[in-house]
């Protein structure tokens, strides 16, 4: 099976601050990978589709690229309301789905 | 707007079985564009996707629940199913469902807001 692994697993910033995560593919998924936020106490939330693709309602400042086995997703400016854990998710081999481990993102 | 909706015990003694319902509202579980999933979330782990099922009956289980998992959709209800077998402390978490799309690109959403399964003595 497809493995993610994301990078970092917790990130401190301030608002205001341009964050970036990594999500690495352990083989080629093309671009069929999509980001979640989650806050504590809630379901996850999808951001991004297809490695680039906004969801609708989804602030601009969030933006995903990459392709194959190495994928990113930033938030040029975080805000308050974006310190929450982000994870990324693969379906290449479909049906087949997995998650990565997640990254959290504090208050500095 | 379309709703998604767990509902079945929340507490469960361990080799007893999970049996889970997701209420769908808000739109048809029979639409061809979708497939429908669960997916799971030890406390303060990441997620693990259970399986997902489409309106035809159509599965696909996670490899490493297989042997545990069954699934099914009622369509007169707009509801389909969880069940896990013989389960263990390992198999506390949050349990969602969600709506799976896979044209344009594989995403779940919508999600519902999960329900907590505990196993123990």
């Known amino acids: 099976d497809i493995q993610l692994t994301q990078s970092p697993s917790f990130l401190s910033a301030s608002v205001g601050d341009r964050v970036t995560i990594t999500c690495r593919a352990s083989?080629?998924?093309?671009?069929?990978l999509a980001w979640y936020q989650q806050k504590p106490g809630k379901a996850p939330k999808l951001l991004i589709y297809?490695?680039?693709t906004l969801q609708s309602g989804v602030p601009s400042r969030f933006s995903g690229s990459g392709s194959g086995t190495e994928f990113t997703l930033t938030i040029s400016s975080l805000q308050p309301e974006d310190f929450a854990t982000y994870s990324c998710?693969?379906?290449?081999?479909?049906?087949?789905?997995?998650f990565g481990g997640g990254t959290k993102v504090e208050i500095k | 707007q379309l709703q998604l909706h767990e509902s079945g015990p929340g507490l469960l003694k361990p080799s007893e079985t999970l049996s889970l319902t997701c209420s769908v509202s808000?739109?048809?579980?029979?639409?061809?564009?979708?497939?429908w999933g669960w997916i799971r979330q030890p406390p303060g782990k990441g997620l693990e996707w259970i399986g997902s099922?489409?309106?035809?009956?159509?599965?696909y289980y996670n490899p490493s629940l297989k042997s545990r998992v069954t699934m099914s959709v009622d369509t007169s209800k707009n509801q389909f199913s969880l069940k896990l077998s013989s389960v263990t402390a390992a198999d506390t978490a949050m349990y969602y469902c969600a709506r799976l799309g896979y044209e344009g690109g594989a995403r779940f959403d919508p999600w519902g807001q999960g329900t907590l399964v505990t196993v123990s003595s």
């Open positions: 297809a490695a680039s």
């Open positions: 998710q693969q379906l290449s081999s479909y049906p087949r789905v997995t």
């Open positions: 099922i489409y309106y035809s009956g159509s599965t």
């Open positions: 083989q080629g998924i093309n671009s069929y």
């Open positions: 808000g739109g048809s579980i029979s639409s061809s564009s979708y497939h």
